[in-house]
């Protein structure tokens, strides 16, 4: 049992390139979440998902895009990167049952840099 | 607004002495609040929660975190620190408005040192 995985672990993007953040579970979660963190200011959080194919947005979801294909996976697409972009970015899951949401298992993290 | 404080930006302690790390909020309603701790280089992990009941919340690695109501608050405590609890530690609050997304707020973060 894997958890939450996310590839890659770190990169490094010029301006204006785009790139995918793959994020995966293997918890059968229903839930999922993009988060990005800033050194001193927490987590905040960029997307997240109630399910197959329903997204949306968080509190900072401009410069992103996601999607949710299949139950295991929810990709994080940055399509221009800019500087205020450089970040860590963690994806996590939960299992909700629409009454209440359990708690969110975190993957590694990405460390991203955008120059 | 809804909003996670963490006080403290950091916290030293001497391994075998009692710690706290200090959480206020302010939620309507009633809070569903959480710890989480984040070691280096890695993701964050669940070390406890408060939905209901006991006031007192036991968790993982011998953490333990009281809620109270009257003062806002959900310290998170261990009685004995150890120099392998070194980490940063956040306090995150369920976005009441938000109850069937499991949106969660999260405070700054408190960095946690323990000396040998």
């Not at chain 1, 995985?5 to 953040?21: A, D, E, H, V, Y």
């Not at chain 1, 959080?45 to 895009?65: C, H, M, Q, R």
């Not at chain 2, 069937?100 to 960095?111: A, E, P, S, Y």
Request: a positive charge; hydrophobic letters at 30%.
């Amino acid at each position: 049992n894997a958890g939450v995985t996310q590839t890659p672990k770190f990169r490094i993007l010029k301006i204006g390139q785009s790139m995918t953040l793959q994020c995966t579970q293997d918890m059968n979660h229903n839930y999922m979440y993009w988060y990005r963190q800033d050194p001193g200011m927490g987590l905040k959080l960029i997307y997240y998902s109630v399910g197959a194919g329903i997204t949306d947005k968080g509190e900072v979801p401009n410069g992103y895009n996601v999607s949710r294909s299949t139950t295991e996976d929810f990709p994080l697409r940055l399509e221009l990167a800019a500087p205020s972009q450089t970040s860590v970015y963690f994806c996590a899951s939960s299992y909700s049952t629409g009454q209440s949401t359990d708690t969110q298992y975190f993957g590694p993290g990405t460390r991203l840099t955008v120059l | 607004a809804q909003s996670v404080a963490q006080p403290e930006d950091q916290v030293n302690v001497a391994e075998g002495n009692p710690l706290t790390v200090k959480c206020t909020y302010s939620v309507s309603g009633n809070p569903y609040l959480f710890w989480y701790v984040q070691y280096p280089n890695r993701g964050l992990q669940f070390l406890l929660k408060y939905i209901t009941g006991d006031n007192l919340v036991k968790g993982s690695y011998g953490f333990e975190a009281e809620f109270n109501k009257s003062q806002t608050s959900f310290h998170l405590k261990k009685p004995s620190a150890l120099v392998s609890d070194s980490a940063l530690y956040f306090c995150a609050v369920r976005d009441p408005f938000s109850s069937n997304t499991g949106k969660l707020i999260f405070g700054q973060g408190t960095t946690l040192q323990v000396k040998p």
